[in-house]
């Protein structure tokens, strides 16, 4: 028993290379990762093979973003000796895990997990693939792979992991004789509300209101000034609601030593919104400028990034061979 509590905590989590990292990465799930602590195993995984499901038509955009996603994790803090990053089309196991159980996973499983509608109805009818359909199984493949446990993502992720879970459960029962051969992920909420973009929307690429962190500072001002805040409140003077306000809810992550004085400004109304983003877009290129310091050195150096991703997934696939070999005994396949 005491063995048992004192073991590491594998943790798992992986991101689509699908362009330009924003804040709503770095200030989320990123920020997270790298307070994740030392008394966990980390994996950190570029899901390149996750990206084809929705941008199957330019893999080139696919291959130039994923090394720059590394880069910017890098940047971000996230420490190679303590994390393994790998590419999950560099790791075979995956694919070949993914196959072996969609033998065994109905299709009303996948159908019924709420991203899949939800993306058709949101990207077109064009993304309706097999591959598409199987994305949360593809999901629960990765994690599977390197037996993680934790794998912390935000809500919309919740209903994946609950399927992926279902699917250790079902080829334990199986193929297990008793034995826990697949490990079940727990799914760890993040406690960052979701960053909201310039628009007041959830921060998103694809929705044009997204704060990169590759922009310059001018840009990042730029954005900041455009950006929406209480529609009530209209000038400086009139009383406003922080609670509902996109730019407040920034702050939070930005500088939360502000955060009472810049409500309290608000809600008399003695503080105007002009003065409030000048004052934020200040505090927020102060916090990425060593990380934009980062980036710059890393993209100046991508060699370093290459081999980094390249020990990672070599890590990775020892671990993943081991697993696939279980899987197979399990079924009989040796
Ligand atoms: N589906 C995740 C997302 O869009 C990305 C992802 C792929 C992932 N594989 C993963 C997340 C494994 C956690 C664990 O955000």
Redesign the pocket.
Known sequence: MKEHTLKKTRV?????PTGDLHIGHLLG?LAQWITSGDQDEAYL?I?DL?AFTTGFADPQAIRDARNEMVAVWLAAGVDPAKSTIFL?SAVPEIAELHALLSMIVPVSWLERVPTYKSQIDALGPEIATYGFLG??L???C??AVVR?QR????R??VA??EMGREVVRRFNYLYGDGKEILVE?QAALSDFPEVLGTDGRKMSKSYGNAILISDDEATTEKKVRGMVTDPLKQRRGDPGRPEVCPLFALWKFVDPARLDSVAAGCRTGELGCVQDKAWFAEELNGYLRPVRERLALYRSDMGQVERIVAEGTARTRDVARGVLEDVRRAMRLT
């Open positions: 798992m989590f992986g991101m689509r799930v995984e899901a996750h999950q994305y949360p593809l999901q629960l990765d994690i993680g794998v912390p993502v935000g919309d992720q994946h992991l992920p």
